[in-house]
């Protein structure tokens, strides 16, 4: 898969292309990625990319030529375009795998300022996505969360596949429920009995149970507004 993010900071993304996971699967080329900088399209010598939104209101909005124009520059017949907006809809782990698995080439159009011309969202995205009901400042970190969630469901780029489907969302029960490695007692606190039994049978019964009592409590909890708590 190739994955090519546009965004006026390339270089904030090249330290978490280098590490962990998404730095092993670019070094396996897993995926390659490509860094574009929607300021080498701005226009005239100072390569101006914003301008004041028509009508008024705060802030500037980015133009739409420059990003159209560093569109067109990777698109290919087999890219998506993804443009990450708090108006988009709400990324999940089925969104993960299915642009993991319909899409060769993802470009994640980053947002900054105030946004950008709709003129560039009726002409080249496919599709909008949000990364949750709040505003972030850019669509850099929403752009590295998508690629993560993706990411994960690409063939090579995890060691164990078999990982990512017993991970919560994906099992049975909404949640994976609770996990313990050693010490055995850690303040007072015990690793399960049953853990240790070595009954298989047990063990899966057990994990089943805690699974779906905290998928439960988690649909009670969603059913309430987060709110601030002091
Ligand atoms: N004026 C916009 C609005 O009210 O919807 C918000 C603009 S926001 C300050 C700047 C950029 O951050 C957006 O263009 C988008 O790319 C990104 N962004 C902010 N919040 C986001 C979210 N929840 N999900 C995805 N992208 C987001």
């Given at each position: ?157 995890i060691g164990n596949k078999d990982s990512v489907y017993s991970d919560s ?62």
């Amino acid at each position: 898969m190739k994955v090519t993010i546009l965004s006026l900071f390339p270089e904030f993304f090249e330290s978490m292309l280098q590490t962990s996971i998404i730095g092993r699967a670019v070094r396996n080329e897993v995926c390659k990625i490509e860094l574009i900088n929607i300021r080498d399209f701005g226009e005239g010598k100072h390569k101006i990319v914003d301008d004041k939104p028509f009508g008024g209101g705060p802030g500037m909005l980015m133009k739409a030529a420059p990003i159209i124009e560093a569109i067109r520059s990777v698109k290919t017949k087999d890219s998506h375009v993804v443009y990450l907006s708090p108006q988009g809809s709400v990324l999940n782990a089925k969104k993960c795998e299915c642009l993991a698995k319909s899409h060769k080439h993802l470009i994640l159009l980053c947002g900054h300022y105030e946004g950008i011309d709709q003129r560039v969202i009726d002409l080249e995205v496919d599709e909008e996505i949000s990364i949750g009901d709040y505003v972030l400042t850019s669509g850099m970190i929403p752009a590295l969360v998508v690629l993560d969630g993706v990411l994960r469901f690409v063939d090579g780029a995890i060691g164990n596949k078999d990982s990512v489907y017993s991970d919560s969302f994906h099992g049975g029960y909404e949640l994976k429920g609770a996990q313990y490695t050693r010490p055995a007692t850690y303040e007072g606190l015990a690793v399960p009995e049953v853990l240790q039994s070595g009954n298989h049978q047990e063990i899966a019964s057990w994990r089943e149970d805690v699974a779906k009592q905290k998928s439960l409590k988690r649909k009670n909890i969603n059913t309430r507004k987060a709110s601030c708590i002091r």
